[in-house]
């Protein structure tokens, strides 16, 4: 596959080529990322205007368009200058007025000569009880009637680009395009009753019938799986790219994680036995892993990742773990290192704060397989960092983590299994879109003995009172967080709001009994502070989210997040996530500035009706849409043009599998439809998919 296939060459061709597009005009579309004649196919009409010729315009509802066919009448110039120039004209049954401001009348006589007939459409409305229409969109002589379109495409449009201008360039666009060989498979185009892709380009540009328009009609959703199929295609290349380069067979022997099962105070659950059970199952097999381990907050994932970091020591390897902050890597050291101290296991943590003489002893021990199991921060995948035998890579909690950056980390350890855990539920359709490529095992358990969270609405007016229950709460022995808001994406400003409520706090509850803690404080005081949390030397840690992900404090029983209803509701229940660890039954307040607008309102009430992630998150996919959820950028989501990934997720399973058989049934896609689909990945611009199989 060494470059793009000719026959698209007339869709990458310099845009200027296209009729009505000069350089201006092609500036001007490049604002809306419109850079070549394919960027202008895939921008669709979002709506439509019925011209269909009427009547009478006393048939139309007004305001609104109209087309019907009127004998001129008089002209009336205006009296004075910018003043209306009116025209009567009688169509069936009433007569109106063509209505023009600053248009020249010699020019006006022209197209509308007192007692022709003519073919007028443009908005009407009334105006005194009379209907009249500013500034016609189309005039033209009876005969010439089918100029107009019926059913008008709308285009979005950026400074400079009219509706004309779009209708026209995409006509022309759509004259050099060529038909392309079908990739969806067959029954899937029947079953379906979508039209060829070409065919289908030319339905949504130029609408016969208004419910063309609409996103279910069969040309829209033949693009919209078009876009779906591309991706899922992508990942299923990467998948096969993972599962050809050879695996490391690692037959666990069951020793050292028996020794953990006898040191551990509880037994895992079923959901924690079923993904232990699929990644041995994984690790045994000569291709390489790579699994997705999905469960909320507190379902016990460490547990999970323990097992099959012991694994592979067991098989005579070593294991790493990337967590995304340092805290969090401190966290699992401090977690884990008791666990691997009663099978008699190694584990160090390497971050970016090892330097020199330190980072230098622990990469040796690293390289001569003395240290059995690493954690760390993303430190933990540098160049000069080495492994003598790495069988398994764990990241932990980075659903930000793209198909770009597990392909790459894949190149890393040659041959490594990967596991990537995330606390963050994901709807079923997102989770297809980004981790399609994995196979995915989820916690859908939790540990039994949790009591459950009790969570309270409270306007910030009411701060007094809070600060007196926790006074309260404090003097039994209670342990809380106070979460304080990122103001705005500015470091300076998280941090002062920070630092002010911990004063304020101190002030209140006494010296001693509150931490700060945020990210702009140098590491060891950072360190210092989550270590006398932990330890209860502070009973009331301020902090910002840098607590959001993963911090295990079981103690801690209250959670107060200061003004709640700017953060996103994952956001929140991660954050409330960090009580309801222990046996005590646990508190979270959110703390809103009043007055709460009705979505504000309503997010929040979902937090205090349900401690389901998924139910979360699903209605946080409705509330806000699928590219805000995960950040669309740093997720290696891709932002679709036609597809909406909430509504059509069902498209999506569909293209997934799909994908997965023509992979499987043709790796090289050399067949006929594996060629098709070569096209495809070019007209969709799947770069990465490409590159792959331009290796492969
Ligand atoms: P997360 O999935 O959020 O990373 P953790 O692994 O931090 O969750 O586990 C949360 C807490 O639950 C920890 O204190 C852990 O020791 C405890 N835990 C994990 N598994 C079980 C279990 N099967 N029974 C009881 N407690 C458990
Ligand atoms: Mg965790």
């Not at 004309?164 to 379906?192: G, N």
């Not at 209670?478 to 630092?499: F, G, H, I, N």
Request: proline content about 5%; overall charge negative; glycine content about 8%.
């Amino acid at each position: 596959m060494s470059g793009r296939p000719e026959i698209l060459f007339p869709l990458f061709a310099d845009i200027k080529k296209l009729e009505g597009v000069g350089p201006k005009t092609a500036q001007n579309l490049e604002q809306i990322d419109v850079r070549k004649p394919r960027d202008l196919l895939f921008l669709l009409p979002y709506s439509c205007i019925d011209r269909a010729v009427r009547l009478s315009v006393s048939e139309a509802e007004l305001p609104g368009v109209v087309t019907v066919q009127v004998l001129v009448g008089t002209h009336r110039p205006p009296r004075n200058r910018g003043g209306a120039y009116r025209i009567s004209v009688q169509d069936t049954s009433t007569s109106f007025q063509v209505v023009f401001f600053h248009a020249r009348g010699d020019y006006l006589k022209k197209i509308l000569p007192e007692g022709s007939r003519r073919v007028v459409s443009g908005k009407a409305e009334l105006f005194d009880g009379v209907a009249q229409m500013v500034h016609p969109e189309y005039v033209v002589a009876p005969d010439e009637a089918d100029e107009i379109p019926e059913v008008e495409p709308v285009y979005p449009l950026t400074h400079g680009v009219t509706q004309k201008t779009m209708v026209k360039a995409v006509r022309s666009v759509l004259e050099r395009t060529p038909d392309l060989a079908e990739w969806i498979d067959r029954s899937q185009m029947q079953q379906a009753k979508w039209p060829a892709w070409r065919e289908a380009m030319e339905m949504v540009h130029f609408p016969q019938s208004v419910p063309e328009v609409s996103p279910n009609s069969p040309a829209r959703e033949r693009l919209a799986y078009d876009e779906f199929l591309a991706h899922q295609i992508t990942l299923a290349l990467a998948r096969s790219q993972l599962q050809r380069a050879k695996g490391i067979v690692s037959e666990h022997t069951g020793v050292l994680q028996a020794k953990v099962r006898d040191a551990l105070p509880f037994a895992p659950t079923n959901a924690q036995e079923k993904a232990i059970a699929a990644i041995a199952g994984d690790m045994v097999l000569p291709t390489r892993m790579n699994r997705l381990l999905q469960g909320d907050v507190g379902s016990g994932k460490t547990l999970v990742a323990i097992m099959a970091l012991l694994g592979a020591v067991e098989a005579g390897g070593q294991g790493v773990m990337m967590a995304p902050t340092e805290i969090l890597a401190r966290q699992h050291l401090e977690g884990l290192q008791p666990l691997a101290e009663s099978a008699g296991v190694v584990l160090e943590i390497l971050s970016g704060r090892d330097k020199g003489k330190v980072r230098r002893a622990k990469l040796e021990a690293l390289a001569r397989g003395e240290i059995h199991i690493l954690v760390g921060t993303h430190a933990v995948f540098q160049d000069d960092v080495n492994f003598a035998d790495l069988r398994l890579a764990i990241i932990d909690e980075q659903h930000r983590f793209g198909v770009r950056q597990r392909l790459e980390l894949g190149k890393k350890g040659e041959g490594a299994d990967v596991l990537v855990m995330t606390a963050t539920p994901i709807p079923r359709s997102l989770a297809l879109a980004q981790y399609g490529d994995m196979d995915v095992s989820i916690l859908d358990e939790k540990p039994p003995g949790r009591q459950p969270i009790t969570t309270a609405l409270v306007s910030t007016a009411r701060m007094a009172e809070v600060v007196g229950h926790l006074r309260k709460a404090v003097a039994e022995g209670k342990q809380a967080y106070w979460v304080c808001p990122l103001v705005e994406e500015s470091e300076r400003v998280d941090y002062t709001a920070a630092d002010a409520r911990f004063k304020a706090l101190r002030a209140e509850l006494g010296e001693g009994v509150v931490g700060l803690v945020h990210g702009q404080m140098p590491p060891d005081e950072k360190d210092a502070a989550m270590a006398a949390f932990q330890a209860g030397q502070t009973q009331v840690l301020v902090a910002t989210t840098v607590i959001e992900v993963g911090v295990n404090v079981p103690n801690a029983t209250i959670m107060v997040i200061e003004r709640a209803e700017v953060f996103g509701l994952a956001q929140l229940h991660q954050l409330r996530g960090r009580v309801g660890r222990g046996t005590e039954a646990s508190t979270c307040l959110l703390m809103y500035q009043a007055p709460l607008n009705e979505s504000g309102e309503k997010r929040l009430k979902v937090l205090r009706e349900s401690e389901d992630g998924f139910v979360i998150a699903e209605t946080d996919l409705q509330m806000r849409g699928a590219g805000d959820l995960i950040g669309t950028a740093q997720s290696g989501l891709p932002r679709f043009r036609v597809a909406d990934v909430e509504t059509q997720a069902s498209l999506m399973a569909v293209a997934q599998s799909d994908a997965r058989k023509l992979l499987h049934d043709d790796p090289t896609l050399q067949s006929a439809r594996g060629k098709a689909a070569r096209v495809l990945l070019w007209l969709m611009e799947q770069d990465q998919a490409i590159r792959l199989i331009s290796v492969g």
